[in-house]
């Protein structure tokens, strides 16, 4: 994994929250995940925080607030749709997102066999919008309470802007 360009705190979380969304000021905020390129924050029991950890992966977040409302209601399964496009500010120097939390494993996680659904999940998905997928995000996928969106989004993402 690259290292963090910013390493993003609870502190610096809460700070972003209390002054963009003051009504969700006081959840209580706990990092649940530091990924490639995002940090994933949970906010009280219905919603996540995630931000960049370097400057390649802020088109992803931008990726995700304009596309994962389309692609929840298309979606079978429940998607972590945006309830906040966060702006940058003196405490973070890009945008990011508060959205709903979707409970449930990493694709990673699971095993080869209990992917097999979510490949068809994406096939349909791709069929119905007109937009092919590639193999390598079929065969990456997971199914049900797998959080399927967060092995596969980068890819989905690219091959929906490049066309």
């Known amino acids: 994994m690259p290292p963090a360009t910013v390493e993003v705190t609870n502190a610096v979380v809460r700070r972003l929250v209390r002054d963009q969304r003051p009504d969700l000021g006081d959840c209580p905020i706990a990092r649940v995940a530091n990924g490639w390129d995002n940090a994933t924050f949970r906010l009280g029991d219905g919603l996540a925080v995630r931000l960049p950890r370097r400057a390649e992966a802020v088109s992803l977040i931008l990726h995700e607030q304009r596309y994962l409302p389309d692609i929840a209601r298309r979606s079978p399964v429940a998607v972590p749709v945006p309830v906040h496009a966060g702006r940058p500010t003196s405490d973070f120097p890009w945008p990011w997102s508060i959205e709903r939390w979707v409970p449930g494993a990493a694709a990673a996680d699971v ?26 995000l079929v065969g990456a996928a997971g199914w049900g309470a797998v959080r399927v969106w967060r092995s596969c989004w980068r890819v989905l993402y690219s091959t929906a802007v490049s066309g």
């Open 111 to 136: 095993g080869p066999a209990g992917r097999g659904p979510a490949a068809d999940m994406w096939v349909g998905l791709s069929r119905g919008s007109g937009e092919r997928l590639p193999t390598s």
